[in-house]
């Protein structure tokens, strides 16, 4: 057997949750692989919205197993509210929620940290959604972090203190910023109770053992690929590998174990934060998107940037993963357009080019933009990809062709059973 991935080919938000949500009746594991409450992952389904930024997207199916693997960073405090909210849906956990001890814990420091580093870098600040995301993975990757497995070590008050009096010190280093940590801590030591009660596993065996078994896993990855800490917009972006390849070093699984890899992009294209953002609209036109689109942050509610699809980024970040099936999500969004426009080349320092430049950060980078037939009207009673209006056929088969993969599935809602599924 195989892992499948599912993953945001552009800066996150393009519907992993609900994505996920869909797939995973067809498996018996859910697998989280990297990313941390930075994320938050959309579901709707019933009349009711679940907004995930740890648990892993298939939790509302009964049966199969949820995963948060080592790649993921956990912070204590955010992983109690979202299992409090669970309890709150009736959704019954317990055996079916698994930790793998390798993950790293966020500290209330690492969020303290982030927002002074944040507020100290003024005007050239990342955007960071102040979740303390880079500065764990800094602790991580400058073998200081302390992990999931430790909170059942008899040292671990003792190893934290120790962590924290080494952040409070680096703390001085920055200008002052208001952080609440008494309150913050008290919080996070319940949370660690909270940990503490759920079923810790070794992911990396637990995965194995049950790929050897025969059992079909999904791995969900949070951000998109142009977050991606080594092929994305640097320094605009997250502190993981959120490509194909940090399913394999999230969840200790080999790269020849992974299956079909499918990556989902908006029909647009969304940015939440700073940093380039070749196609982004700033006309009315951008504005129209945010709105027909809800465009707003599932963690932070901060608006986010809007433009049209960029291929040639696609084209890159489909490369980057070895994408097989692509989802396009929120077509529906784009219903109310005589036409619609899509990037497929740069003009990057008075050069054209369908490559992402390496200075794409410094120099100012200009999409070209083709405008194709949009089919204004409603796909709210579209239900089979043969029922699409041709001009929306006409614009998923340009997808197609110029990334040279299968578009597999359409979403034209927000809820869970608005997804056109393709046959073959
Ligand atoms: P994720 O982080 O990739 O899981 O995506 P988010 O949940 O942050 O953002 C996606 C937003 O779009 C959520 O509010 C979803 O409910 C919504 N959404 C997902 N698919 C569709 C769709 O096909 N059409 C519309 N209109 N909204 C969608
Ligand atoms: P999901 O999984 C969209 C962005 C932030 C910021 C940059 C760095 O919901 O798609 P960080 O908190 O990681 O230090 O922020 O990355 N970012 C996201 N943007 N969706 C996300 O997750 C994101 N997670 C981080 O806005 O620009
Ligand atoms: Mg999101």
Redesign the pocket.
């Known amino acids: 057997m195989k892992v499948d991935v599912v993953l945001?080919l552009q800066?996150?938000?393009?519907g992993?949750g609900k994505i996920v949500d869909y797939l995973a009746p067809n498996y018996a594991i859910v697998a989280r692989f990297q990313?941390g409450p930075?994320?938050?992952?959309t579901l709707k389904f019933d009349g009711k919205k679940f907004v995930l930024h740890t648990i892993p997207s298939g939790i509302f199916r009964p049966d199969l197993i949820n995963l948060i693997g080592s790649g993921v960073v956990i912070d204590p405090t955010t992983l109690a509210k979202e299992l409090a909210a669970l309890r709150q849906a009736q959704v019954d956990y317990q055996d079916r929620l698994l930790v793998a001890r390798k993950a790293n814990l966020i500290l209330p420091t690492h969020r303290y940290i982030?927002k002074a580093s944040e507020a100290a870098k003024g005007k050239e600040k990342?955007?960071?959604?102040?979740?303390g995301?880079?500065p764990t993975y800094m602790d991580k990757t400058g073998r200081n972090a302390l992990r999931v497995g430790d909170i059942m070590q008899s040292d671990f008050q003792a190893r934290y203190d120790k962590l924290k009096q080494k952040h409070l010190d680096l703390l001085k280093m920055y200008p002052p910023v208001d952080f609440d940590l008494a309150t913050a801590e008290a919080q996070w030591l319940e949370g660690v109770e909270t940990l503490r009660s759920l079923t810790l596993v070794d992911g990396e065996y637990y995965i194995n053992k049950a790929l050897a078994e025969g059992k079909k896993i999904l791995a969900e990855g949070?951000?998109?690929s142009m977050?991606d800490i080594d092929f994305g917009t640097y320094p605009?972006?997250?502190?993981s590998n959120t490509i194909t390849a940090g399913a394999c070093t999230g969840l200790g699984i080999a790269p020849n174990k992974i299956g079909e890899v499918i990556g989902i992009t908006k029909a647009y294209c969304t940015?939440?934060?700073?940093?380039p953002f070749p196609s982004e609209l700033f006309d009315e036109t951008g504005e129209f998107l945010r709105k027909e689109g809800q465009e707003f942050?599932?963690?932070?509610g901060?608006p986010r940037r809007c433009g049209w699809i960029d291929l040639p980024q696609l084209r890159y970040t489909c490369m980057l993963n070895g994408v097989t099936q692509i989802v396009v999500t929120k077509m529906d969004v784009l219903d109310k357009f005589d036409s619609i426009g899509a990037a497929t080349r740069y003009i990057h320092a008075g050069k054209e080019t369908a490559d992402l430049p390496y200075d794409v950060c410094t120099h100012d980078i200009e999409a070209k933009t083709i405008m194709i037939r949009g089919w204004n009207e409603s796909l709210e009673q579209v239900s089979t990809y043969e029922e699409l209006p041709e001009a929306a056929k006409d614009y998923l088969q340009n997808i197609e062709e110029y990334l040279d993969t299968p578009v597999t599935m359409v979403s034209t809602g927000p809820e869970r059973r608005k997804l056109i599924v393709r046959n073959n």
């Open positions: 945001g800066w996150g938000d393009e992993k990313g930075n994320a938050g992952h982030d990342i955007g960071s959604t102040l979740r995301i880079g949070a951000q998109g977050l605009f972006v997250t502190s940015r939440v934060g700073a940093g942050g599932a963690t932070t901060r």
